[in-house]
Structures are given as structure tokens and as C-alpha cells.
């Protein structure tokens, strides 16, 4: 007698080695060797050339080399990549040359700690030997991180700010902008910081928490120009005491009113609306307003400055707020911004008694030699001595540190190289306004920035970095011409900027050269590096002009929020200083990583997830696949149980292809394709659904909308196919005649699906999609996914008729599981196949519902399906069905007979098996 393994035997079950176990994390180091060892980028690469395709170019912001890659990164490179891979999609020529930001103080540091290097006894090309070895290795690890999650690109040849073609460009760049008369040498305050000893720019400041003394200090008035008495007081309010020695002036608002109030503590001046607020604030009780004065009569009043034998004059600027103090502000041009300008207005001497380190110098008298921690606490402790200090507190105020090693900064004047963005602003304002920003509130945020810039400290006092190319004659002179940078460019592009270090000046020099002022031919060499921001800003110039399969300006720039500040705003200035246009037709903007709770990563908090542990744990694919589901235009969310549900999100994208290519391997694509109109008009529908998912998807890729991609494409597999399509399709697959119509029409859609759904998955899940390609059975194909491009689906795919049919009939068949599901908590069926349904509606509907007579019951997965003209909008009725149970398909069946065997077998699995 026959058994039921007989009957198994003759189904036509999936069949496929395509593994349903991922195993990531082993499977993708081969293939990433077998992607090397077969060279597939450079083959992608001259395909792209040999096809002429139009060319779209990505320029790579530098990662800093100076420690291994983290999440952010990891993140940034990924985006990245998905522009590409669906670019070259798209139809585009998308070299990509990876970089790195190489020099700068973080290096210095950290060659000095790890490489255990004694800075003191080592000479500056010793040193910067030393550096250089620091960073080329950690571009080597970074490099095969970044590998590691399958971005592709020029690994073999990067570029390196170090590079000496790169120097020199470097050095071009800044002789062009000479040349445009927008570098300048000047006295006047930056961001300095006293630990790390350098100059720092805007883009190197971080703003945190601190808590600093708040003082309330008067000025006795000497001259009151008969407005004011001798010996009454203004009174100004400052959260920096160390700056009080270089206090030359004291600033008032011209159209603001101020009162002489007589208080226990003297007769104040003091903005009178801030009056009531000062009062309380310092605890005075009584006063009387003995007059009320506008600022601008104030104007050139002298008052005795409390702790020096010196003149602090009153002036008058727009810059005076009145958000809190007195509304007259204590004046340091060496030590503030507005300071500074105000006092050039005035003539005031950029005085700044503070040295490189954060100390006081001779020039502080008592104070010198004086740190200015302690010098806060000194010069407090004289203004109370004198009788000058009316209130001592402190704050928890925002105040900027350096961004290396996290400490407050001062503001200090100091002898630095500028870039005048006062020269071209508006021209960067303008250029601004030509680019694509994605998102577009990142459009206003860089224009803001811009706006209040004037200028660029562009020097730094290190030494591992590009010099910046001036020298000094004996005379005085700074020698900045066209002709001596070139020279140096020149040398450069063939040495390196190790030049500087290993020539004396006359050897950088153009031959013969005398010093333009006085004929001199004894030169010095500046000391000072340029800014590691115009290092990786002039990139732009340095790469793109100088590869020949890149072109200027760059398609894209992409990089995390805080580079339009930084990046982004270095590379627009270079550009346009050089070239007067913009160096980017659109720029792209992340947010930053956090953990699953929203909260910035930290090793305290111990919630920082590394990109190794995630490619260790569960593939690099779900960390891309990770990078996609997210809306990358906010902060992004990374967290263990996050990573799972999406590993969940996997799987079911990795099933649905293992599932159509175990029921498309015995389907020959050339001789069992069926025509589009002898297609079943399920899988014309099918068709339908993936056109329309592929249109969505593509544009979503076009727009950077990578999480639509992920969604969308989950969704197509979780309900349009396996929660319907590849569901109803099992029994025509499984139990027709291998050679059937209906099996091949579906079969044919199938292919159809997994060709367009690995390609819309290729830039994203990069190894998981060259897995499937390399699985479907389709001759003469690419050598990997990635060297093919989308074609445009058949236009007769876009059935758009068949649409609403067919939504209606998905609508009712919801109606169907929920009765199927009711009849199955009754205990009144098992397998929805036990049951009879029988649906009544009015008869428009049961009109609707005979046009898919004899696909119903395949449709709803049961045995029967009646339809019954009714009054009611629908209700569905569930039986247990009649007849038999046919014990190859498993359907019953009023029809079903035994066969000669004694099974029973209904007419379709009869008729099967006689063949």
C-alpha cells in the first residue's frame, strides 16, 4: 500500500542550498575576500566608464586617524555608501575616494602617549616623522573597519591631508586667497587654550557647563564731564575676574537710559531697567534716583580703574544688552571679541597681561606668574580689599572648552594669521543660497553662522601640520607673494611639507630672491601651522582637482550636523575665496547616535555600542540595515534589543528570497517564462505591487530617504507577499503538474520579484543581496548584484485597472481571517482549509466577488466559498466543510474518489498524478 511519503514525493517542494541561518558574522569575511580577490570595484568602475554614464561624485569628509573607528562614524560611512552603491544603481559613474584628516595637535598628543615619544629631546622632523607613522596607521585600521562593513571605494589609494601632492595644492590654495587680498596678520583676541597652547578655531570650541565667580564691581568716576560727581560709581558685572587687570574701558549703550542712584554702598550708575533686578540681586535696601542720564552723554567720562594706577574710560557701543548685569560692561579689548572691536573704534590698546600657558605676565604686575584659576580668587579678594566689590557668587553658565582636551578656554590676544571673511561673505552668502540642503532647515543654520563670522584664525602655534608658507626678512618685513608660495608648493609636491623643517629659508626661496622692501637676503621662517580646519576645507581643490576620474565641485557633501560649522563651512570659504563658487551642489546632514533611551553615549554610562561588536554579534548587514530603518535627519538610536527587532526585520526579508528561490529551481528563465497576458491575474496583481514598490523605492533612494526604502521593502514581504501572494500561491506551486500554466505564471512572477527586490536591497544590504544573486537561477547574469543598474520594469506591469479590484478583495478577505480565526478559537475547524465560508453582501459586491470564481477558495486558503446576495454590507459565515480530505493537497473535497491505491485523492491531484 502507498504511504503518505509517496504522496510527498510527488509534490513539488521548495528546493534551494540558499541557507535559512544567515550567519552573518561568518559569512561576510569570505565574500568580502572574494569581492577583493575578484576586484569587483574596479571592474564596477571601468563599466561605469566603458557605458559612458554621467558621473556623480560624493567627495569623503577626512575622519580624523587617530583611534578606531565608533558608531558615528561607522554610520556616516554607511550613508555614504548607500548614495553610491544606489547611484551606480541609478545609472551614474560613482568613483569614491576615501580620506583622512592626518595632522594637528590630537595626533601630537596621542604620538607622544601611545608611541612613548620624548617631545623635549626630539627635533620638530624627528617629531613629525613620529606623527606621520601615528596617523598612516591608524588610516590602515580605520581602513579595513570601514571595509569590514562593505563600503567600497579606493582603498589602495586614499587620500591623506599628509600626502605631499595634497600639501602643495594646500599651499596653492592659501596663495590664491593671498593673492585676493583675504590674508591678514593681526593683534586681536581667539579662542586659545592654555593646556594644549594654541589658538583654536570656532569649529574646535564645545559648549558645556560651568561654573565660574560672578562679581559686581565699581568704578570710581575721576571725570564726570560736570554730568556726573567725582566719587559716584559705575558698576559693571563680570563672570571673569582674572580679566579686570586688562580692563581699559567701560562700555554703555548710547540710546539706553541710566539712573545715579544713592545707595548704602555709594552713589551707582546703572541702566534703569535693570535697576530693580541689580538692587535685589546685590541686596541693596535703600536708594533714591538722584538722576537719569542717556548713555551717550557718557560718553568719555574717565573712572579710576579699582586695582591699577590707570584711566578706564567710559565709551559707548550698540553691543551693550541689557539680558543681565548693569548695562555698563567691563571692556578688555585683549581678552573678548566685541572688546576688541569696540576698542579699535575707541583706540584702545590690545591689552592682554595673560601668557601662552594661562598665566599672568610681568605686565599684570602683583598677579605675574599667576595661574588664572587662582588669579580669579586673588584679584576678587583685592576688589574686597579695596572696597570695589559690591557681591561675590558663581554661576552654572554655557561656556566654551576646547574640544581636544575638554577644558575652558580663555579668550586672549595673541599676534595670528586671519582669513578675512569679511571679504567674500557675501559672496558665500549668496553661493548658500545655490546649493541643495538636505534637510532643508540646515540652509538656515549655515547661513546664520556665515552671518556672524568676520573672521578666521587660520594659524596654530604646533608643529605637526602644513606650515604656513611666510617668511621674514631681517628688515621686518612678512614676504607672502605669489612667487615664493609657489616655490614652496613646488617643493612640496616633490618633498612633502617636511621640507620646511629639513631646508633653511634660502633653500625654499626662488633663487636670487631679495626682500622686496629693503633688498635683504636673510630670511626666517614662520613658525605657526595652518588650522587642520583648512587642511581637510581645501579638499575639495586638493582631491577633486587633482584626480582625473573626479570632477569639481563635488555632487554631494555628507557629514554629521556639527560640520556646518566645521567642514562644510571650511570648504565653502576656501572655494570661494579661490574660486568665487561653491565647492558642493548639495550637502547632506546627519544627527549624531544615541543610546536606546535618546542619551548621548559615554564609557561612564557604559552604553556605547562599538561597530566591531555589532559586526561580531550580528553581521555588518544589520548595522546597515540599522542605518536605513532610521530617519537619519534627527539623532539615531542604537541599542541591543534595537539591533534584535531589526535582525527580526532581516530574516524576513532573507526568508521571502529563500522561500521564492526554493519554488523558482526548477524554473529555466529563457524557455519556462510565461507572457505577461497569459499571467494569472494574481500575479499580474503581484506585478503591480512590486512596480509600485520599486518606483517608491528608487525615488526614495534618489531623495536620501534610505528608512521609506527599509519600510517599504519590509512591508512588500511581510504583508503583500508572505502575508498573501507566496501564502496563497503554495498550493498551484506545490501540488499542480510541474509543467502547469498556473505554476509557471507563478513561478514567472516570482523571478521576476526576486530580480527587482535583490537590486532595490543591493545598496543596502550589500552581502545578503550578492548571496541571493549569486543563488538565482538566471545564465549569462553580472558576476555580483552590484555591477548591474535597474532596468525600468515593463510599463504594462503598471496594471493600475486591476488596483482597486483587488483592494477590495483584500479587504474582504481580512473579514474572512478574522471569521477564520473566531471559527478556530470555537474549536470548531483546525486549518482554515477544514472550512466552507459563505459570504453574504449586497449584490454589487457578490457581483465583484464571482468575477473570481474558482480563485476564491485559493484566495482565502478553504475548501469552499459560497456567495449570498444579502441587505447586510458583508458578513461571513464559517462551516466546517463537506466531503473529504484529499491526502495529497490536504484540501477537502465533495469530489474527492479513491484512488486505485485506496487513498483518496481529489479530481486536480488525480489527474497530476496520471501524469
Not at 606650515?467 to 618685513?477: M, R
Not at 577633486?544 to 557629514?559: G, I, K, V
Not at 561653491?582 to 559615554?602: C, I, N, Q, W
Not at 447586510?872 to 484512488?899: H, N, P, Q
Request: aromatic share 10%; charged share 25%.
Amino acid at each position: 500500500m502507498s504511504t503518505k511519503t509517496d504522496y510527498q514525493d510527488t509534490l513539488q517542494l521548495p528546493k534551494t542550498d540558499f541557507p535559512m541561518r544567515a550567519n552573518l558574522p561568518n559569512r561576510e569575511p569570505g565574500m568580502l575576500k572574494n569581492w577583493e580577490e575578484k576586484n569587483y570595484y574596479q571592474k564596477l568602475q571601468e563599466k561605469q566608464i566603458a557605458e559612458g554614464r554621467p558621473t556623480f561624485i560624493l567627495h569623503d569628509g577626512p575622519p580624523y586617524a587617530n583611534g578606531n573607528i565608533h558608531i558615528g562614524t561607522a554610520l556616516n560611512k554607511v550613508l555614504k555608501d548607500f548614495v553610491l552603491r544606489s547611484r551606480s544603481m541609478d545609472g551614474y559613474h560613482t568613483p569614491y575616494v576615501p580620506g583622512w584628516d592626518t595632522h594637528g595637535l590630537p595626533i601630537e598628543l596621542r604620538a607622544i602617549k601611545d608611541l612613548g615619544v620624548n617631545r623635549e629631546k626630539m627635533s620638530n622632523l624627528e617629531f613629525r616623522q613620529k606623527c606621520a607613522e601615528y596617523a598612516k596607521k591608524f588610516v590602515e585600521i580605520q581602513k579595513e573597519e570601514f571595509k569590514r562593513l562593505g563600503i567600497w571605494g579606493e582603498w589602495d589609494n586614499p587620500y591623506l591631508t599628509l600626502h605631499p601632492e595634497y600639501e602643495a595644492r594646500q599651499i596653492e590654495i592659501f596663495g590664491q586667497m593671498v593673492k585676493n587680498g583675504y590674508i591678514y596678520k593681526d593683534l586681536k583676541p581667539v579662542y586659545w587654550c592654555p593646556d594644549c597652547e594654541t589658538a583654536l578655531a570656532e569649529a574646535e570650541i564645545e559648549y558645556g557647563n560651568h561654573r565660574s565667580p560672578s562679581i559686581y564691581v565699581k568704578f570710581a568716576v575721576k571725570d564726570g564731564l560736570g554730568i556726573l560727581p567725582n566719587g559716584s560709581f559705575f558698576v559693571i558685572w563680570t563672570t571673569t575676574p582674572w580679566t579686570i587687570p586688562a580692563n581699559l574701558a567701560i562700555s554703555v549703550h548710547p540710546d539706553y537710559t541710566y539712573v545715579l542712584v544713592e545707595t548704602e554702598k555709594g552713589d551707582l550708575v546703572i541702566a534703569k531697567d535693570l535697576l530693580d533686578s541689580f538692587l535685589n540681586d546685590v541686596g541693596l535696601t535703600a536708594h533714591t534716583i538722584k538722576a537719569e542720564i542717556s548713555g551717550a552723554k557718557l560718553d568719555g567720562m574717565i573712572c579710576q580703574h579699582p586695582l591699577f594706577d590707570r584711566n578706564s574710560i567710559v565709551i559707548v557701543g550698540d553691543h551693550v544688552t541689557l539680558e543681565a548685569g548693569t548695562g555698563c560692561v567691563h571692556t578688555a579689548p585683549g581678552h573678548g571679541q566685541e572688546d576688541y572691536v569696540i576698542g579699535l573704534k575707541y583706540n584702545l590698546p590690545v591689552f592682554s597681561p595673560v601668557d601662552s600657558k594661562g598665566r599672568f605676565t610681568e605686565e599684570a604686575g602683583k598677579y605675574a606668574g599667576v595661574k588664572l584659576a587662582e588669579g580669579n580668587k586673588l584679584v576678587t579678594q583685592d576688589l574686597d580689599e579695596v572696597g570695589a566689590l559690591l557681591k561675590l557668587d558663581f554661576i552654572e553658565h554655557s561656556y566654551p572648552h576646547c574640544w581636544r582636551c575638554k577644558d575652558p578656554i580663555i579668550f586672549r590676544a595673541t599676534e595670528q594669521w586671519f582669513a578675512s571673511l569679511d571679504g567674500f561673505r557675501k559672496a558665500m552668502l549668496d553661493a548658500i543660497e545655490e546649493v541643495q540642503w538636505v534637510p532643508k532647515w540646515g540652509i538656515e543654520r549655515i547661513r546664520n553662522m556665515v552671518a556672524d563670522r568676520s573672521d578666521w584664525c587660520i594659524s596654530r602655534q604646533r608643529v605637526w601640520g602644513v606650515p604656513i608658507p611666510i617668511f621674514y626678512c631681517e628688515c621686518g618685513e612678512a614676504i607672502l607673494s605669489e612667487e615664493t608660495i609657489q616655490s614652496v608648493a613646488d617643493i612640496f609636491r616633490k618633498e612633502g611639507s617636511n621640507a620646511w623643517y629639513a631646508r633653511e629659508a634660502s633653500e625654499l626661496l626662488p633663487d636670487g630672491f631679495t626682500c622686496p622692501k629693503c633688498g635683504g637676503t636673510t630670511f626666517t621662517k614662520e613658525n605657526d601651522i595652518m588650522d587642520v580646519w583648512f587642511d581637510s576645507g581645501v579638499s575639495h581643490s586638493a582631491v577633486l582637482h587633482q584626480r582625473t576620474n573626479l570632477s569639481w565641485p563635488a555632487d554631494l557633501y555628507l557629514e554629521g550636523s556639527d560640520q556646518h560649522r566645521g567642514w562644510f563651512q571650511s570648504s565653502l570659504a576656501t572655494s570661494i575665496a579661490a574660486f568665487n563658487k561653491p565647492p558642493y551642489k548639495a550637502v547632506l546632514t546627519h544627527g549624531f547616535v544615541v543610546d536606546g533611551e535618546g542619551r548621548k553615549m559615554s564609557k561612564s554610562l557604559g552604553n556605547v555600542v562599538e561597530p566591531e561588536q555589532v559586526t561580531k554579534q550580528y553581521g555588518a548587514d544589520i548595522l546597515r540595515l540599522w542605518v536605513a530603518s532610521a530617519d537619519y535627519r534627527g539623532d539615531i538610536r542604537v541599542s541591543n534589543e534595537i539591533l534584535k527587532q531589526l535582525s527580526d526585520g532581516y530574516r524576513r526579508i532573507r526568508n521571502t528570497a529563500r522561500f521564492i528561490l526554493g519554488n523558482i529551481s526548477d524554473f529555466d528563465p529563457e524557455t519556462h517564462s510565461v507572457k505577461y497576458e497569459d499571467l494569472t491575474e494574481l500575479d499580474k496583481w503581484a506585478l503591480l505591487r512590486l512596480t509600485k514598490l520599486s518606483t517608491r523605492v528608487r525615488e526614495a533612494y534618489r531623495n536620501y530617504d534610505f528608512h521609506v526604502m527599509y519600510h517599504d521593502v519590509h512591508q512588500f514581504c511581510a504583508v503583500d507577499l508572505g502575508g498573501f501572494y507566496l501564502d496563497v500561491l503554495k498550493d498551484r506551486l506545490y501540488c499542480d503538474e510541474q509543467d502547469s500554466p498556473r505554476r509557471r505564471s507563478a513561478q514567472t512572477a516570482m523571478f521576476i520579484i526576486l530580480n527587482e527586490l535583490v537590486k532595490l536591497i543591493a545598496p543596502v544590504l550589500v552581502f545578503t543581496a550578492d548571496e541571493i544573486w549569486q543563488a538565482i537561477p538566471l545564465k549569462d547574469k553580472e558576476e555580483s548584484v552590484h555591477l548591474t543598474t535597474w532596468d525600468a520594469l515593463p510599463a504594462e506591469f503598471n496594471n493600475v485597472s486591476l488596483e482597486a479590484k483587488w483592494n477590495q478583495l483584500l479587504e474582504i478577505r481580512k473579514s474572512v481571517a478574522r471569521a477564520l480565526e473566531d471559527a478556530r478559537n470555537q474549536k470548531k475547524i483546525g486549518s482554515s482549509n477544514e472550512a466552507t465560508v459563505t459570504i453574504k453582501a449586497k449584490e454589487n459586491l457578490i457581483e465583484q466577488l464571482s468575477s473570481f470564481a474558482g480563485e476564491l477558495e485559493i484566495l482565502f486558503i478553504v475548501s469552499k466559498v459560497n456567495l449570498v446576495v444579502s441587505e447586510k454590507e458583508i458578513e461571513v459565515e464559517v462551516d466546517v466543510a463537506s466531503g473529504e480530505k484529499c491526502e495529497r493537497c490536504w484540501r477537502i473535497s465533495e469530489d474527492v474518489t479513491a484512488a486505485e491505491d485506496s487513498h483518496q485523492l481529489c479530481p486536480r491531484c488525480t489527474d497530476v498524478l496520471s501524469n
